[in-house]
């Protein structure tokens, strides 16, 4: 991604929420996820962060409260927003999978830990409806450590259409991720590619746009607004854009593919 550290490679782990909503051994698994955190800030409680949605919600994890005594400090949401984080290792506490994109900016915390995510069996099982994979995107662009709960399968390859993960290749290495999609002449890019794409015939799921884009070390706002254009467009949604890119492009992207 242009103009942009490399966040790929900050450390990442997470506890999934079991399918029946029931921990085989809760407190252990709170154990396991404090310990990972620890280790990343030298074993202080006052290097680590922890994130949830009401400082109330920890009524239910005594470890974390213990946490927070210790030093810890509690970061809540603003209206479903990650306003403020750690500079160090964060536990994010049950976050939503919009928050787990939101981590993912230019100043983040040091490390990751995701406590209480879910992931498409669970949908599956609890709500039955199209589309919902819940943190799976996360999972798939970073691996990271599964420290407890059902494991959360990782999509691979990322992008099943190889043509459709060229093309995200050009988008992220040429727009600005600090802007996201704001800048007219990125969001034209990404809409036209798009367009190009659908129209030869190549389909493409915004979970996956999503998933790519954050492996290729795009922030989460702007490969969140990757998500809402790409839904627009499968939904049939004309977007207006400037041409930017060549007239076959797709082409370009279909040799790029092999």
């Known amino acids: 991604m242009m103009f942009e550290d490399d966040r790929t490679a900050v450390p990442r782990a997470y506890v999934a929420l ?32 922890i994130q949830t949605g009401r400082r109330d ?9 213990d946490l927070a005594k210790g030093g810890a400090e509690v970061y809540t949401d603003s209206r479903g927003k990650l306003d403020s984080l750690p500079s160090g290792p964060v536990f994010m506490y049950r976050p939503q999978p ?14 990751v ?11 599956d099982r609890h709500y ?22 059902p494991v959360i399968e ?24 600090s802007t996201g999609l704001s800048h007219s002449s990125d969001r034209s890019t990404v809409t036209e590619g798009l367009t190009k794409l659908k129209e030869a015939g190549h389909q493409f ?22 998500v809402t254009l790409a839904a627009e467009i499968n939904a049939g949604k004309r977007k207006r854009f400037t041409s930017r890119l060549r007239p076959d492009v797709v082409e370009t992207w279909r040799e790029k593919a092999g």
């Open 18 to 49: 079991p399918h029946d909503h029931v921990y085989e051994d809760h407190d252990k698994d709170l154990a396991s996820a404090i310990t990972w955190c620890l280790s990343y800030a030298g074993g202080d409680p006052r290097g680590v962060g």
């Open 57 to 65: 919600d920890l009524e239910d994890a005594p470890r974390l409260v």
């Open 98 to 111: 919009a928050h787990l994109w939101q981590v993912e900016r230019k100043r983040m915390p040091s490390a």
């Open 113 to 123: 830990l995701a406590f209480g995510i879910t992931g498409p069996a669970h949908h």
């Open 128 to 149: 039955g409806t199209e589309g919902m994979v819940g943190a799976q995107p996360w999972i798939t662009a970073f691996k990271p450590d599964h420290l407890g709960g």
């Open 154 to 177: 990782a999509k691979d390859p990322v992008i099943a259409d190889p043509v459709v993960a060229a093309a995200i290749d050009t988008f992220t290495n040429s727009i600005n991720s």
């Open 205 to 226: 799921d915004p979970n996956d746009l999503l998933a790519g884009a954050l492996a290729r070390n795009c922030r989460g706002e702007a490969a969140s607004e990757l």
